[in-house]
């Protein structure tokens, strides 16, 4: 098993946890209030435009590298 | 993914002052305060040395018994249109992810620590007293269910070949039962038989994967599933199946922990994979108290 960080909860901060991880939280927690600058930003739309930053990147990542890994249905 | 949206929230907003440009007392031009968390009982102390989203400085806005913890940011980075463009931005993305987490984690080691959701902004320490002595009920509400209690993740991910291996159904059928139809039904009976083959694989795994979850979340104070992460985002080689986060009391870290190792060991093929300590990300409900509708989602309340 891998635990990321066992130390306790009264260890040292977490070592450097993963984006993905950390990405999960952010977006999907948090207490929400209605800040003095909120914009659609920050309440409807930073979800789907983080995501979609983060695809579109770690796609251009993968492009250079070809064909996708999914084991697709064969045609009929 | 829950996330908070209402009708209200669709609307364009006007009924804040736009913050651009405008001066109120003890205001800088050009600067909004970034909010990261509200903490009840914390030693600043501890925030020595961290540095917040576009490495500013974190400070801490006492009211009555909370404290948040704020930096000073630049409007030139946290403005409508700037913000838009830098969350389009990985780097920057995860630059500012990081620095709000490392703010948040800091204080949760050290005192119950609600974070506030990421680009969280307010004209001045004085709008974000107002917010805290607004919202004192609801933060002490969610302080009150994280005092002693901290965040696990646990993802499951199944490596389908191995898991597979001791119960796979034998390649070819015998063709004897129906043997008439030629190739083109012979490769449909083949397709079936794979299909099914699959089918109880998937079965399997995801009873599994449920039986896991049924075995921590006896340790659990509440749970949330998160949806399955892409792999390409994870990096992990597996098929990810379920992706949890657990509340737990302090006192039975040890025990779901222990839980946790020997369902990893238990099955070849299958990694269960735990991370944290974290602050109780998953576990706010997320509504917008300060008006909106919606909420998070959790699961059973164990004991």
Redesign the interface.
Known sequence: MTVAVDTGPSGPPMERVSLVDLLDRLLAGGVVLTGDLVISIAEIDLVEVSLRALITTVRDELAPHGAGVAAGEEQP | ?????SDR??QP?T??PP?RGEQTPGSQAGT?VY?Y??ARGLDTAVLGGVTGVTSAPVRAVPEGDLIALVSTVDLAD???DA??DH????AW??AA??A???VV??AA?AAPT??????????DDD?VRQ?LAD?HG??TR?LDLISGR??W?VKIYVHPEAFDAGAALPEPQPAAARGSGGPGASYLRRRQAQRRSRQEADRRISDYAQSVHERLTRYARASRR??P??????GHTGVPVL?M?YLLD?EH?KEF?DT??RA??ELTGV????????PP????D???????TGG?RREGEGR
Do not use: C, K
């Not at chain 2, 993914?1 to 949206?5: A, D, E, G, L, S």
């Not at chain 2, 506030?116 to 004209?123: E, K, N, P, S």
């Not at chain 2, 992460?229 to 994870?234: E, G």
């Not at chain 2, 997320?286 to 909106?292: A, E, I, S």
């Open positions: 993914m829950n996330h908070p949206m929230d669709r907003q009924r804040q913050v909004a909010l968390g509200v946290f403005g409508e913000l838009r969350l389009e931005d990985l993305l995860e992810a990081r709000h987490h490392e984690d800091r080691q609600a974070p506030v959701r990421i680009a969280t902004l307010y004209r709008r917010v919202q609801e933060f969610v901290t965040e993740g998160h949806p992460q892409d792999q390409r985002l994870s992706n986060a302090d870290t922990l946790a190792r990893d060991a990694d269960v994979e735990v991370t944290g300590p974290w990300y998953s576990f706010i997320t509504t917008d108290t300060t008006g909106g998070g």
